[in-house]
């Protein structure tokens, strides 16, 4: 099991090195290409669109279906075919959102509407990730790590050739329109190859209600975490313009960048931490102790790393029109912090089956982050909607454990990681 938890995570961290590093060089020549305040509206837009787009995505109901395929693989057809209707439907009621509220709030522009309409539409394929479920379930991620990279690798030629080409903006959202297609086509390609059918597939109601009744507070809680990861650039582009939002976002994506090994991490030990609960809890809070403390040390090297290289970075890649990212980056790169420690304290959630703790928290969170951004926007620009990202991380995924009687174990665990007194006293008795 442990080899194929490793090899489950290298396949998945060579997909997000492959995106984040190829995707890096070529996102940061399209902001060079773009400048500040066209890359600032596309941003704007993508950022718009993610504010809803977790009902079409419905990524904590991944988990619900990895975990039921595990335990009912006999019914895994009947689960992963209502899990892909229940994306669809939320892909559409995405749409619909997105289209009124940006009506609503731009009735003049022309082009943020027809930016936000493509970008919204492409949210129907994300239903068929629902197929990635089903190889994390079987820890073969390299089928899908290879289907949506060639993809990728054809997106970016596409891209390139745009660049090369001095495109309009609107072309870069039908890339990204067309890339859910061929990704979508690539994941069916990879599930056919696998012995596996969607023909086979089949909607059941009473399943559809289950799922739904283990996850809508997961799903509500991912409705509010996008909140608080998107809301910052809606807010940025209303209350200040698309240009602070060109040089926020590029601080983002220097601040992503570092994500991708701790997701791959926990997404590969997630099903054996949630087998480790059936031993019983001493084995269970042993191993998420692990991995919070891994989670903190990756944490901790990383934002040290781009704190001393950010100014170098940001002036070789992305050019003297981003200079003002470099003060944005330090700060906004400790939110990874709570980023890495949400990540692995997602597998509590699920194995106590405390939805209910997580949507109140991130709610709370949520509200807390824009109301922080309305104070520090104005005042503090780039640097205080990242300030409010941190502030309402760290309530989030943290502090809110306290005020909670069954997540105060997580909070001294927690705790015992950002001190490094777990890490340290392994050493010890090692």
Not at 71 to 94: A, M, P, Q, R, V
Not at 261 to 270: G, N
Request: contains cysteine.
């Amino acid at each position: 099991m442990l080899k194929k938890v490793i090899n489950n995570t290298i396949w998945l961290s060579l997909e997000q090195i492959l995106r984040l590093g190829l995707g890096f060089f070529v996102g940061a020549w399209l902001a060079r290409y773009l400048q500040p305040q066209q890359y600032g509206l596309l941003n704007y837009t993508m950022g718009f669109v993610g504010l809803f787009s977790p009902l079409a995505y419905l990524n904590d109901l991944n988990q619900i279906v990895v975990r039921d395929i595990t335990l009912e693989s006999s019914d895994k057809n009947e689960i992963i075919g209502t899990s892909f209707t229940l994306k669809l439907l939320g892909s559409l009621i995405t749409i619909f959102l997105s289209t009124v509220t940006i009506i609503l709030l731009r009735p003049n522009d022309n082009l943020s509407q027809s930016l936000i309409i493509i970008l919204s539409f492409s949210t129907i394929f994300y239903s068929f990730n629902t197929i990635d479920c089903w190889f994390q379930q079987q820890i073969k991620s390299k089928y899908t790590v290879i289907a949506k990279n060639i993809t990728f690798i054809f997106i970016t030629l596409g891209r390139i050739l745009l660049i090369s080409t001095n495109a309009p903006l609107i072309a870069f959202a039908w890339v990204m329109f067309v890339e859910g297609a061929l990704s979508s086509i690539a994941l069916v390609i990879a599930y056919y190859i696998s012995g596996q059918a969607l023909t086979k597939w089949k909607f059941c109601f009473k399943r559809a209600k289950k799922l739904l009744k283990d996850s809508w507070t997961l799903i509500l809680s991912g409705l509010a975490i996008s909140i608080y990861l998107r809301i910052d650039q809606t807010m940025l582009g209303q209350i200040i313009g698309d240009y602070e939002v060109g040089i926020y976002s590029v601080a983002v994506r220097l601040s992503e960048i570092c994500c991708f090994l701790p997701s791959a991490f926990v997404t590969s030990v997630f099903s054996s931490i949630i087998q480790a609960k059936e031993k019983g809890d001493t084995e269970f809070y042993r191993r998420l102790q692990q991995l919070f403390d891994i989670m903190v040390l990756m944490a901790y090297g990383f934002a040290i790393l781009m704190i001393f290289s950010s100014k170098i970075l940001v002036n070789l890649v992305y050019g003297e029109h981003y200079a003002a990212t470099t003060n944005v980056v330090a700060v906004h790169i400790w939110s990874i912090i709570f980023m890495f420690l949400g990540f692995a304290k997602n597998i509590w959630v699920i194995a106590e089956n405390q939805g209910a703790y997580t949507l109140t928290s991130t709610v709370i969170g949520a509200i807390m982050n824009i109301f922080l951004n309305l104070w520090l926007i104005p005042s503090y620009q780039a640097i205080g909607a990242a300030i409010a990202t941190i502030i309402s991380y760290g309530f989030a995924d943290y502090i809110s454990c306290l005020f909670y009687k069954p997540a105060r174990p997580i909070f001294g665990m927690i705790t015992k990681s950002l001190t490094l007194t777990s890490c340290i006293s392994r050493i010890l008795r090692k």
